[in-house]
């Protein structure tokens, strides 16, 4: 069920446009030193982007580090949040229909993740 969701998801649930956005702005984020930490949080947010259903963001065991929360700080400084606000305002109008609503959920746990990548992983 999972990966027929995760192809309606590909096509219909704007999961092909968030994958190369995310994809292209962590290649951006790379090419400076400094911008290297918050592009290699770009290529996880794409890879959850392109299939979201049955994958959730799970913290790692050294979450609490002060490293991880600076970078989360600065991350939701300078863009973490509009990303998660895009991605809460795409759950919104998926959630106005019923066929929308898998979606709608997706965009919600993408939020999630989006406003405080450090120190989270994949499963």
Known sequence: MN???NILWIFFGGGIILFFEYLLGGLALC???IGIPF???CFKLSIFAIAPFGAKAVETENAGGCLFVLFNILWILFGGFWIAVTHLLLAFVFSI???GIPFAIQHV???GFAITPFGKRIE
């Open 31 to 33: 090419i400076t030193i």
């Open 3 to 5: 990966t027929l969701l």
């Open 39 to 41: 592009g290699l949080q």
């Open 109 to 111: 746990k993408m939020a």
């Open 97 to 99: 229909t019923i066929i």
